[in-house]
């Protein structure tokens, strides 16, 4: 399995009936393991795995891309993989990285784990005690996804995909802060707007009302389109 880092200028579905192995392609673009193909604009990079996310660090010199299993490291002036740091466990979290003033790159995982990759001396990364989401009301996993690092607080915040809320942990000592706020069913991304201000997305949109038409997705009520059963906000 290949993956790469790349600014894609067009992308396409392949249909089913067409699914290819990943690979380029001799006319144009790269077949990507979603069975899409894409065209990248300007340099790429190959390396194993199933990247999900990227966060820049060293001013734009450096590439965090957070991997299936790792995070890797690429230096962008090179164009290579720098490191590459391995979670030891082979589903992370679908999206999720930020990193604080030091250097240190938090990653989500899996089973509430937020994996914090230390930078050491020689500016090489290591792994460090992980910080942990509270459990949630549903049980099993919280399912982190996107973070952001407030550096007027030292806070991380971090969402909880399974909990549908956003949580303050104190960076330095993985302390909760404050009771969990609610943002909606199953959250993905958060952006800090200020001081004391950050903005959600979700893919479920706001809770369902009793008389609203609705479904559950990993244990929590969702409003859908009736005709289609999709979320209907989000």
């Known amino acids: 399995r290949l993956a790469f880092v790349a600014v894609v200028a067009a992308g396409l579905l392949l249909p089913a009936s067409h699914a290819q192995q990943v690979r380029p392609r001799a006319s144009r673009g790269w077949v990507v393991p979603t069975n899409q193909l894409v065209t990248p604009a300007g340099r790429l990079l190959t390396f194993l795995g199933r990247p999900t996310d990227v966060l820049l660090l060293d001013h734009g010199r450096t590439c965090a891309v957070k991997n299936i299993e790792s995070v890797v490291f690429v230096d962008l002036d ?14 992370q979290g679908v999206v999720g990285l930020a990193a604080d003033d ?13 994996w914090v990759n230390r930078r050491q001396p020689d500016g090489c990364y290591a792994l460090d005690v992980p910080l942990q989401l509270p ?9 982190p996804t996107g973070l952001a690092y407030d550096r007027s607080s030292g806070s991380l915040l971090a969402l909880s995909g399974r909990g549908n809320t956003l949580v303050r942990i104190r960076a330095a000592t993985g302390e909760v802060v404050g009771a969990p706020i609610a943002v909606g069913v199953a959250p993905f991304a958060v952006v800090l707007a200020g001081s004391g201000k ?21 244990d929590t009520a969702m409003k859908i389109d009736p005709t289609t059963g999709a979320s209907a906000e989000g």
């Open 78 to 91: 090179e164009m290579a993989v720098d490191q590459e740091v391995a979670t030891g466990e082979w589903s």
């Open 102 to 114: 030091q250097g240190t790159v938090f990653s989500s995982g899996t089973g509430g784990r937020i």
């Open 135 to 143: 459990p949630i009301a549903v049980g099993g996993d919280p399912a």
């Open 198 to 218: 950050a903005y959600v997305s979700n893919w479920g949109g706001s809770p369902p009302a009793p008389s609203d038409p609705q479904a559950y997705t990993s």
